[in-house]
């Protein structure tokens, strides 16, 4: 039954894409504020789907935690189901950093390039960070928050990867507020699984790290400390030592 509904939402999903991505470039010319609240109506489409088609149900704790100012999200990356959640229904307007080749991906890539999020040139090596921190205060100042995943691709349940230090290094230079986020949607929607499990993701949100003194090393640690203590909050078995 979850490989049938998986192929049922696999087919909604490629349906509903292709004629959005058409919208998208009928709405381009709108201003910023309104291509990304239409834009992220296929993003929101796709949560609802997975929750109706694959049984995939949510729930969010520490809504309370996320500020009404500068912030720069840091989250765990199990799974594409956050990045079609965080654009979908976050208060504010989230930047993604990605690679600019993603714009050249038919339709999906055709609104990616439209919202104007922080899109970087890896040949450029050392310098790609410089234009995440050019861009990043830029999107900061325009009231939106910048959106990393710390651990640089996708996780499996229960596993840690090295907590990268751009995010970090973003909110120390920029002097942004850090929002840590664990959540545990991998155990529903696994990396390059086609199979998706009926479940309930639950998000978790955790208070601001402020990144006024503290070095990049330190700020860095405590948001893995962060999340990966939720993490084992919120899905014990997967860390239970043989």
């Not at 339709?107 to 990616?112: E, H, K, V």
């Not at 922080?118 to 959106?147: C, H, M, N, Y």
């Not at 499996?156 to 949607?185: D, E, W």
Request: glycine residues 8%.
């Amino acid at each position: 039954m979850a490989r049938l509904r998986s192929l049922l939402y696999f087919l909604f999903l490629a349906v509903t894409v292709i004629p959005y991505a058409f919208a998208c470039v009928l709405w381009a010319p709108l201003p910023l504020h309104w291509r990304y609240k239409l834009t992220v109506g296929w993003p929101r489409l796709a949560i609802w789907g997975a929750r109706v088609i694959c049984g995939i149900r949510w729930q969010v704790k520490g809504w309370e935690n996320l500020p009404d100012g500068p912030a720069v999200l840091l989250s765990k990356h199990q799974s594409a189901w956050e990045t079609l959640f965080f654009p979908a229904y976050m208060p504010r307007e989230v930047c993604f950093v990605y690679k600019k080749e993603l714009h050249m991906v038919p339709f999906f890539g055709w609104g990616l390039a439209l919202l104007r999020m922080i899109a970087i040139d890896r040949s450029k090596g050392r310098d790609a960070f410089d234009q995440v921190v050019k861009q990043g205060q830029t999107r900061l100042d325009e009231g939106r928050w910048p959106l990393l995943f710390p651990e640089g691709t996708r996780v499996a349940p229960g596993k840690v990867a090295r907590y990268k230090m751009g995010g970090a290094l973003l909110a120390s230079r920029t002097g942004a507020a850090v929002i840590p986020v664990a959540h545990n949607a991998g155990e529903c929607w696994r990396r390059n699984a086609f199979v998706k499990q009926p479940g309930m993701v639950t998000l978790s949100i955790g208070p601001a790290i402020e990144s006024k003194g503290l070095s990049p090393e330190e700020l860095n640690q405590k948001v893995q400390d962060w999340i990966e203590g939720e993490m084992r909050r919120l899905n014990p078995e997967r860390y239970v030592q043989p």
